[in-house]
């Protein structure tokens, strides 16, 4: 590994640029399309723009506050001792590929990811397991360190610590640097975007890139196989939605003014709820002019599909 700048001392914003020079652990598991809160085309749109933006977020902020504790937990749990790195690295064979790892172990070739959880995501963790996003992670830091292996210590949030040792494994490592590697020089690199994932995330994603319609028509080519395969599964998705709430129907019925029922495998619920929500055809009729003063355009582009 090279050492890229030092993590220490350096400003936030320059920082966030250092990162924009290659792909980073976190990035790791976006680019493969295991990250579930994060997108490759989200990285690809990061690395390929001037702007530096700060995607900071209370829970991003918690899990830096409560690294160093994770890491006093991760000492008092193994008896191993953890340092900071403070500095940003990168594979010497494979610049594009960094690591701003959070600490490394002393007297082994081997790191530290210092994890926090919402007790909501205790089951990702459960019996041992890892969330797949953060084991691509590790891997990614282990073939920039040429580390032998990486731990990886959470809190889960007022429920408990775990810590598990991560071994190298050389065909995953294998298999990630290919994907990193395409994905930074054909996509970056050539300025294309990746492909989607099929995720509401990238929905998302792709609705605020391409927010800007304009009056033109191209032809439409290559899509017609895609685009038949997409009716016919629009039309399994009804029967299946239909057969869906029939069985949920046929549920209620059941449970009649009974709020909940429940066997060994199942508990079903079915409460009443109360909401409050805002009566906008009597506002317009009975006060247009408090309506139009809080009435908002949303500008959004809609997406049909019509057989000729």
């Not at 996509?187 to 509401?200: A, M, Y």
């Not at 549920?251 to 109360?274: C, P």
């Not at 805002?278 to 959004?300: G, H, N």
Request: aromatic fraction near 10%; glycine fraction near 6%; include cysteine.
């Amino acid at each position: 590994m090279k050492k890229l700048t030092a993590a220490k001392g350096l400003a936030h914003d320059e920082w966030l640029r250092w990162r924009k020079l290659g792909l980073g652990g976190s990035d790791a598991g976006a680019v493969c399309g295991l990250n579930p809160y994060r997108t490759a085309l989200e990285v690809y749109l990061d690395k390929t723009s001037e702007s530096v933006e700060d995607t900071d977020n209370e829970a991003m902020r918690q899990g830096r506050e409560f690294e160093e504790y994770v890491a006093k937990r991760f000492t008092e749990a193994t008896g191993k001792k953890a340092r900071r790195a403070n500095f940003m690295y990168c594979d010497e064979k494979n610049p594009f590929m960094l690591a701003d790892v959070d600490r490394m172990v002393v007297g082994e070739n081997a790191g530290l990811e210092c994890k926090t959880a919402s007790p909501y995501m205790e089951d990702k963790w459960k019996d041992g397991k890892i969330p797949l996003s953060y084991l691509i992670q590790c891997h990614h830091y282990m073939s920039v360190c040429n580390a032998d292996a990486w731990y990886i210590a959470v809190l889960i949030y007022g429920r408990e610590f775990k810590w598990h040792r991560i071994e190298r494994d050389e065909k995953m490592i294998s298999d990630l640097v290919k994907i990193e590697k395409d994905f930074w020089e054909n996509c970056v690199l050539k300025n294309q975007l990746p492909q989607p994932d099929g995720s509401e995330l990238c929905d998302s994603v792709i609705a605020e890139y391409f927010k800007n319609a304009t009056a033109q028509t191209v032809p439409l080519a290559g899509f017609d196989a895609k685009l038949g395969r997409r009716q016919e599964l629009a039309g399994e998705i009804a029967k299946l939605e239909a057969e869906k709430r029939k069985i949920e129907q046929e549920v209620k019925m059941y449970l009649g003014e009974a709020e909940l029922a429940e066997n060994r495998n199942y508990r079903v619920s079915w409460k009443a709820v109360a909401s409050s929500r805002l009566d906008e055809k009597r506002l317009k009729e009975e006060r247009p002019e408090i309506y139009a003063q809080y009435q908002r355009t949303i500008q959004s582009r809609r997406f049909t599909v019509k057989a000729a």
